[in-house]
């Protein structure tokens, strides 16, 4: 099914925890339906140790949400004036 968002977008998160975020979109997977918005949902994934991080442990990243609960900055603000317009 095809995004109405895709990569490199500055998103407004409507819904969830993270409700009136904004941040770019790093990812699209069209298949799930899922979109990874850069600072948002934030969770931590324990890391074990290797060559390029000798001490292992825990890395912040971005988990994925749902495209249906993100809409572009540019069409969230201006539903926002039309509303307070009125």
């Keep these: 099914m095809k995004a109405h968002v895709k990569k490199n977008d500055l998103v407004v998160v409507l819904s969830g925890n993270e409700r009136g975020k904004r941040g770019k979109i790093l990812s699209v997977d069209p298949k799930s339906?899922?979109?990874?918005?850069?600072?948002?949902?934030?969770?931590?994934?324990?890391?074990?140790?290797?060559?390029?991080?000798?001490?292992?442990?825990?890395?912040?990243?971005?988990?994925?949400?749902?495209?249906?609960?993100?809409?572009?900055?540019?069409?969230?603000?201006?539903?926002?004036?039309?509303k307070g317009a009125k």
């Design 33 to 82: 339906q899922r979109v990874v918005v850069e600072g948002v949902r934030m969770m931590k994934k324990a890391a074990r140790k290797s060559q390029d991080r000798p001490q292992g442990g825990f890395i912040e990243r971005e988990a994925p949400i749902h495209a249906s609960n993100v809409m572009e900055a540019g069409e969230y603000d201006r539903r926002r004036s039309a």
